[in-house]
């Protein structure tokens, strides 16, 4: 039962990222704005996840995972109310920034399943998680169009409105709550400052175009993403109850796939959110496949069951070969799909073909990365260690977004619509990132699954002196 509720609120979280992404033109003009405002519909759900996701994971490991794993559902199920009445653009944009702190899902299944599925079982449950995580973007590219021709933009969020609220009620009476937690008080001002450079950065870049590389404007708002990403560690550093350890980043098992993740999800998003385009341009301009909504989803739904079905093996393919055979193996697979997407999309069995591939290398990526997460941090820090490495993948996703946008409609062809050589860049630039993936795997330790849970201590009576606690393996004071 738990392990059913935890999928229906990660393939909630995940296709409420996506199913978006063929229909920004339609919500463009059903809501009188132009497209660089609706691809905000986007941009900011990407944008509260990057900053709630850590946050959660967080305050689930203070406050208890389930209590919050509810918390997180409630905030998904009413940002999609609010979205299926939204009357405007910025109604619809407030509602999905209240719909991205449901990222707090990812963080805390991921703790559930470390606190309370026993060994034998939990690398499974692990990966085949990860890779809802990663398939539920396609799917819901796939979806969408016969649920928007079949009813309308709105039924998008209706639908997972429904099944979040279930997963909530579900969640407060099967699920149990993890008995490992820490005490401690809740880190707002880095989460504040952590808000602020990603706000300026994903802005900068996301307007760059319209505004201008080089005016004031942009140029501030980077430069100031950069100060503030420095204040931001500086505060990390020095307070006494951070939001992510900096001390724990530093492990080579959590730096090392947090580099993956920005890459992976640089990757992932960037191509799913313009893939859709790409085949919905029609064959009058030199390229693409005038596909419809629905057309468009169908021909990348081989790629979503190559990354679902991965996910049942990638756990096996761990523990006979290590971890870091398994990602540098998916980094490689996903890099040599984008290339051929940018040497060869002709035909339609060639982007099957080349994403299907894809699919195949991200689900071996995401089925792994939470295993090694989750071995190399105490039980008390899997929700903020997982967390991050999921954050870190959405910050990629939105980078990624915006320097695709920026690279595509920065060439245009015939009628005002994209060249082909900016997607072919595109593509091109996103297989350059996955080869840089493969470099950073390398690095990562040869983890063979999850370690062993944490052992627990009882806790002690109150006293003046700070009761003494159990160190994981690796673990420092």
């Known amino acids: 039962m738990t392990f059913t509720v ?33 691809t905000w519909v986007l941009t900011a759900y990407l944008l509260s996840a990057s900053i709630c996701t850590p946050l959660l994971g967080r305050v689930g490991d203070v406050v208890g995972k389930q209590k919050m794993l509810v918390v997180t559902m409630l905030a998904l199920t009413l940002g999609s109310l609010v979205a299926a009445l939204a009357g405007n653009i910025w109604v619809l944009i407030l509602a999905r920034v209240l719909q991205g702190a449901g990222g707090g899902v990812l963080p805390l299944a991921f703790g559930i399943i470390r606190d309370e599925f026993p060994e034998r079982h939990r690398a499974s449950a692990l990966s085949i998680i990860a890779a809802l995580a990663s398939v539920g973007f396609a799917v819901g ?27 909530a009620v579900a969640t407060a009476l099967f699920v149990p709550e993890s008995p490992v937690a820490e005490r401690s008080r809740l880190p707002l001002a880095p989460a504040v400052l952590l808000a602020a450079w990603l706000v300026a950065l994903l802005l900068g870049i996301s307007r760059g175009n319209e505004w201008g590389w080089s005016s004031p404007l942009v140029l501030s708002l980077l430069a100031g993403a950069v100060v503030l990403a420095v204040g931001w560690v500086a505060v990390e550093n020095r307070a006494r109850v951070p ?54 989803g169908q021909i990348l739904v081989p790629s979503a069951i190559a990354s679902f079905l991965v996910g049942f093996v990638t756990a096996p393919l761990v523990k006979r070969l290590g971890a870091r055979v398994v990602i540098v193996s998916g980094t490689l697979m996903t890099g040599v799909a984008f290339a051929a997407i940018a040497l060869w999309h002709d035909a339609v069995w060639q982007i099957v073909a080349a994403t299907s591939l894809q699919g195949v290398g991200n689900g071996l990526v995401f089925g792994s990365l939470a295993g090694v997460v989750i071995a190399s941090v105490p039980a008390s820090q899997t929700g903020v260690a997982s967390g991050m490495n999921a954050n870190i993948r959405t910050i990629g996703g939105s980078i990624g977004s915006a ?6 409609t920065a060439h245009v062809g015939l009628g005002g619509l994209p060249a082909e050589g900016g997607y072919v860049l595109g593509f091109a630039l996103i297989a350059g990132g996955m080869v840089l993936a493969a470099v950073a795997a390398c690095a990562i330790p040869d983890t063979r ?14 006293r003046t002196v700070a009761p003494s606690r159990v160190l994981a393996p690796g673990s420092s004071v």
């Open 6 to 38: 935890l999928t229906v609120a990660v393939s909630s979280f995940t296709l409420l990222q996506s199913m978006v992404v063929p229909v920004l033109g339609l919500i463009a003009d059903e809501m009188d704005t132009d497209m660089s405002t609706a």
């Open 141 to 167: 590219i796939v979806v969408a169009g016969p649920i928007v021709e079949g009813l309308s933009y709105h039924w998008l969020f209706w639908f997972p409105m429904i099944a979040t609220g279930l997963a």
């Open 243 to 296: 939001m992510i350890d900096m001390q724990m980043m530093r492990r080579r098992g959590i730096w090392t796939t947090n580099l993956v993740g920005g890459f992976v999800g640089f990757g992932m998003f960037s191509s799913f959110g313009f893939l859709p385009q790409f085949l919905q341009t029609p064959e009058a301009a030199g390229y693409g496949f005038g596909a419809s909504i629905s057309e468009s």
């Open 403 to 408: 320097v695709m946008a920026g690279v595509v």
């Open 449 to 462: 699954g999850p370690a062993s849970p944490t052992p627990r201590t009882v806790p002690a009576p109150r």
